[in-house]
Nanobody, 120 residues
Framework: QVQLVESGGGLVQPGGSLRLSCAASGNIVSIYTMAWYRQAPGQQRELVAIITNGGSTNYADSVKGRFTISRDNAKNTVYLEMNSLKPEDTAIYYC??????????????WGQGTQVTVSS
C-alpha cells in the first residue's frame, strides 16, 4: 500500500521556524514531482512549493525567500523548511507526489495533512 506521511507541524510564534517532512512508502518504482500545498480555513488549497526529480523548484510568491523545499531521493522524502513564519501561514499543509508504481503507471498521491499554527 502506497502512502505519504507528513510530520513536523505544530504551534510556533511569529518569526519562528518549522521543518515539515513527508515520506513516501510502498511499491514505488519512481518518484517524479513532490510538492507542498496548504489550506487555510474557508480558503481553497493552494500550492506552496514544488520540486522536480531533477531538483528544480518553484514557490508561491507569498513564501519566496522564507520557505525552502528539498528532497532526499534515497529516503523518498520531501522537506519544507519554513522560516520567518507569519500568522497568515497558518493552515493544514499537505504533501503530494507523482509516483510511478510497479504496475507501470503513474499516480498522484496526497498525504493526510499536518497542522501548522503561527500565533503568539
Amino acid at each position: 500500500q502506497v502512502q505519504l506521511v507528513e510530520s513536523g507541524g505544530g504551534l510556533v510564534q511569529p518569526g519562528g521556524s518549522l521543518r515539515l517532512s513527508c515520506a513516501a512508502s510502498g511499491n514505488i518504482v519512481s518518484i517524479y514531482t513532490m510538492a507542498w500545498y496548504r489550506q487555510a480555513p474557508g480558503q481553497q488549497r493552494e500550492l506552496v512549493a514544488i520540486i522536480t526529480n531533477g531538483g528544480s523548484t518553484n514557490y508561491a510568491d507569498s513564501v519566496k525567500g522564507r520557505f525552502t523545499i528539498s528532497r532526499d531521493n534515497a529516503k523518498n522524502t520531501v522537506y519544507l523548511e519554513m522560516n520567518s513564519l507569519k500568522p497568515e501561514d497558518t493552515a493544514i499543509y499537505y504533501c503530494n507526489s507523482n509516483l510511478g508504481l510497479s504496475d507501470g503507471f503513474k499516480y498522484l498521491y496526497w498525504g493526510q495533512g499536518t497542522q501548522v499554527t503561527v500565533s503568539s
